[in-house]
């Protein structure tokens, strides 16, 4: 708790430095989203636009087919993106033919030579082995906030569920991908001690999205006062300097922020972001938007596998 409340300036000042020694190169990895399977999700999160719990205009649809899937990931790759990360409103996977359509979405995505992402809920072993096999890089299972914050946001399910997914993902050799969001009505010691958690894992997670709430009218939060751009700059340093090696993602929320604290977050560690008008039903800023910050600061963009490690 020490780190978490120390003054911005000497926080972002320590991230800065841990970040400059693992990461030489001032990249930021581009990563495509596409939600190929929206809404009806079985799951209460109070957070979450997709959960057939709320009424938020998310009509529930099928899952996409493989053909157009692979269309949006040509597209992505066209426009730069090196990571193409495929989410779908599921609780859990079922094995069936959904199931087998995403690994031949996983299988099409690694032909055009992307790293291929996928969230899919929660899995069991074989299933993770199944992902892998079809050529999986990372898999995105999100502990959102604390434990102790956990019940407060979620009921259908319990954070050592979500902790054995992230067993499996490991086990099959496939990078976690696993952080959370903020502005939750939870407390800066619930934050930090999600990021001990994430750090006190067998392995660091090989990424970690901090998301900033995006409240959306007819979920339980829709009234949360919004996340000040310097809460999110405070938590990505901290998990800059907490897991030095990772990749940390500016996530959700990016609309929200201007250049300039988006900037912030990038001096404070942030290495990747979401790139492309739209996160899974939600707004982001758009192509040329990003396009333009990225020149003016002249941050150029990760080149796909640069950053795995041996
Ligand atoms: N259903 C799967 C699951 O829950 O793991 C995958 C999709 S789910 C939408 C992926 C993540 O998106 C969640 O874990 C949460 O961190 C993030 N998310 C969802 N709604 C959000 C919101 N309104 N604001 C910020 N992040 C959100
Ligand atoms: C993550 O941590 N953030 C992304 C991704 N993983 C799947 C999702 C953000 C979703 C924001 C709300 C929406 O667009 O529906
Ligand atoms: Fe379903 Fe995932 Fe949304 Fe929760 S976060 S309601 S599990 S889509």
Known sequence: MTLARLP???LTFRAQSVHREHWKDNAVQLCALLSVKTGGCPENCGY???SAHHKTGVKAEKLMPVTEVLEAAQQARAAGATRFCMGAAWREVKDGPQFDSVLQMVEGVKKLGM???CTLGMLTESQAKRLKTAGLDAYNHNLDTSEGHYGEIITTRVYADRLRTLEHVRGAGIDVCCGGIIGMGESLADRAQLLVTLANQPRHPESVPIN????VEGTPLEKQKPVESIEMVRMIALARIMMPASMVRLSAGRAQMNEEAQLLCMMAGANSIFFGEK???TGNPEYAQDMALFEKAGIKPLQPFE???P
């Open 115 to 117: 790293e291929a992402c």
């Open 212 to 215: 900033a709430l995006v409240a």
């Open 8 to 10: 911005l300036l000497e």
């Open 48 to 50: 979450c636009p997709q």
């Open 279 to 281: 996160l899974l039903t």
């Open 307 to 309: 950053h795995q490690q």
